[in-house]
């Protein structure tokens, strides 16, 4: 898989997938989640109403899927990130489970393109440096036949500035 990193709003991504971080409830919120309902239109909300009618809550590390509605990709795939709080490792585990579950569901889809925000970097207070670490480590130890191309979207310097370093390194795997 190819990984590209771009720097604004995910909400204008050409892309088959683009990935939301959203809370369990699924019913929008601020940050991202909000800037894609906003940009996405009603659709979207209306499908997310769907799925918590079917299965209740969306947990954390778990991925579910809507329309994107009016944005230029044709899925919106919300997955939910862990809360930065004091227990580090369980908080890092989930935040991986995001990333795969999300390319998991991604390649259900037969998705060749997926862009992904810093999940969990912004409302949740998850520490940037770690979450980048643990987003581009899981994307590169996922092997598809299917998605060809991964895009990070950074929405804010920092963020950039830390991927940028992060996809410079080579890929040790563990
Ligand atoms: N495009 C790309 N990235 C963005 C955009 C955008 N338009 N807007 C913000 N970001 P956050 P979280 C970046 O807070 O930390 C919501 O209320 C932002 O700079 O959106 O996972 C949900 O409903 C940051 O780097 O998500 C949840 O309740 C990253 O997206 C809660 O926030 C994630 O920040 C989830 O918190």
Not at 15 to 42: C, E, K, M, T, W
Request: aromatic residues 6%; contains cysteine; positive net charge.
């Amino acid at each position: 898989m190819k990984i590209e990193l771009i720097k604004g709003d995910i909400t204008k991504i050409h892309a088959d997938a683009i990935v939301n971080a959203a809370n369990s409830s699924l019913l929008g919120g601020g940050g991202v989640d909000g800037a894609i309902h906003r940009a996405g239109g009603s659709k979207i909300l209306e499908e997310c109403r769907v799925i918590r009618n079917r299965q209740g809550k969306c947990k954390t590390g778990e991925a579910v899927v809507t329309t994107a509605g009016s944005l230029p990709a044709k899925h919106v795939i919300h997955t939910v990130g862990p809360v930065w709080n004091d227990n580090p490792e369980k908080s890092s585990q989930l935040l991986s489970e995001c990333y795969k579950n999300s390319l998991l569901l991604a390649e259900s889809l037969g998705v060749k393109t997926i862009a992904f925000p810093n999940i969990s970097t912004g409302i949740y207070k998850f520490p940037k440096e770690l979450a980048g670490k643990i987003a581009v480590n899981e994307v590169r130890k996922f092997s598809s036949d299917i998605i060809e191309k991964v895009i990070f979207v950074c929405f804010d310097d920092e963020n950039e500035n830390i991927y940028k370093k992060l996809l410079d390194q080579p890929f040790k795997k563990e």
